[in-house]
């Protein structure tokens, strides 16, 4: 099963996925949970695809998610490349392998006959990296609301790992105005890319605590039309992060003031929120975290247990019960070099359908 499952990765990262273009991806994963014999294969508004595996039993059910979109741009190379201890490509890991995985769930209980006492949703959700800003997710929950056992979100890497704690992000878009004009004849008239990038230094002087853990980071810059002109608009996205909603909102409040003190009468800053992650968390010694540990220890892993920035979030800021879970391990995640171990994927799937089959006896 498992060369089952890297191939079924393999298929899926070969189809190219931005976050807001996962239709060719999700057609696909429709297709494929309709020759499974999924009950309810559907697609959303929001585009996340659903199928039922019925239980036998009116146990209330699981859902279990993965994430369809990647941070690469359809122009991506999505080469792969093979060795025998490694996949490398582009996405392979967030998320096609946690995608392939939701099929690998299926697998695994046919193969074991293992019958459950309610009804597992697959969804192949949208929305979750960059500006998605979880759409996909929060639709999900919308659906599906408190009336479920639990909600699992798988994610490709991360094996050891019980993301029980949601990190709260802020994402913004600042943007600066000018007049613009000809680099000699209008010179010395502001230039919104000088200006903006006065604006990035000071972001990046602003003193961020380390206790609790708080980022701030600009991903993205534009602006500007030629070599020559003096760039009428330009702007940055800017993330910021925190464990600790105090220091987030206090870091929220230095970047506003660094924005409205760029303001100047031939200077307009603009800054406006692309993307809310909601903070949240269930506790330690609920027994849905103690499965996923006992679940990993089983396997000879030690869990580990943190906070991150995932589809769970949403379920886990409205309390429901949530965790994230990854199925190998990996690394270089969001790069060209990004890849899986073939090896740990074994460990994963046992750990999850560990859970899912614990999670109905809780």
């Not at 393999?10 to 060719?24: D, G, H, L, N, R």
């Not at 299926?106 to 949208?126: C, E, F, Y």
């Amino acid at each position: 099963m498992i060369q089952r499952l890297l191939d079924l990765a393999v298929t899926v990262q070969q189809i190219p996925a931005p976050t807001f273009k996962e239709e060719p991806r999700a057609a696909f994963i429709r297709e494929l949970f309709s020759n499974e014999g999924l009950c309810d294969v559907a697609t959303d508004e929001a585009g996340n695809v659903y199928g039922r595996l019925p239980g036998t039993g009116s146990a209330l059910p699981l859902i279990l998610s993965a994430h369809l979109d990647t941070v690469f741009s359809s122009s991506t190379d999505l080469a792969v490349t093979r060795t025998p201890e490694r996949i490398y490509g582009p996405g392979i890991g967030d998320n096609s392998l946690g995608v392939a995985g939701l099929l690998g769930l299926v697998w695994g209980l046919r193969q074991r006959r293992i019958a459950l006492p309610g009804d597992v949703w697959l969804v192949a959700n949208t929305g979750e990296e960059g500006l998605g800003d979880l759409c996909g997710m929060r639709r999900v929950v919308e659906c599906f609301g408190e009336r479920v056992l639990a909600y699992l979100i798988l994610e490709g890497m991360a094996l050891g790992h019980v993301y029980h704690r949601a990190l709260a992000v802020r994402r913004y878009r600042i943007t600066l105005r000018t007049a613009g004009g000809h680099s000699w004849v209008d010179y010395g008239k502001p230039s919104a890319v000088h200006e903006l990038g006065g604006l990035i230094a000071r972001l990046a002087a602003l003193p961020v605590p380390t206790h609790p853990r708080t980022s701030l980071n600009v991903g993205v810059i534009e602006g500007g039309t030629t070599v020559n002109t003096i760039a009428a608009e330009a702007h940055l996205e800017l993330d910021l992060r925190s464990e600790g909603a105090r220091a987030l909102s206090d870091l929220v409040s230095q970047v506003e003031t660094l924005v409205h003190a760029a303001n100047r009468p031939d200077v307009q800053a603009v800054v406006e929120c692309i993307g809310q992650r909601p903070a949240g968390k269930i506790s330690a010694a609920h027994p849905l975290v103690r499965l996923a540990e006992r679940c990993l220890a089983e396997q000879g892993l030690r869990p580990s247990l943190t906070i991150g920035s995932t589809d769970a979030n949403i379920p886990l800021s409205l309390g429901l019960p949530a965790l994230c879970l990854g199925l190998s391990t990996g690394g270089g995640a969001h790069t060209l070099d990004e890849y899986v171990n073939i090896s740990p994927l074994h460990q994963g799937m046992e750990q999850l359908l560990g859970v899912v089959e614990g999670a109905f006896k809780l």
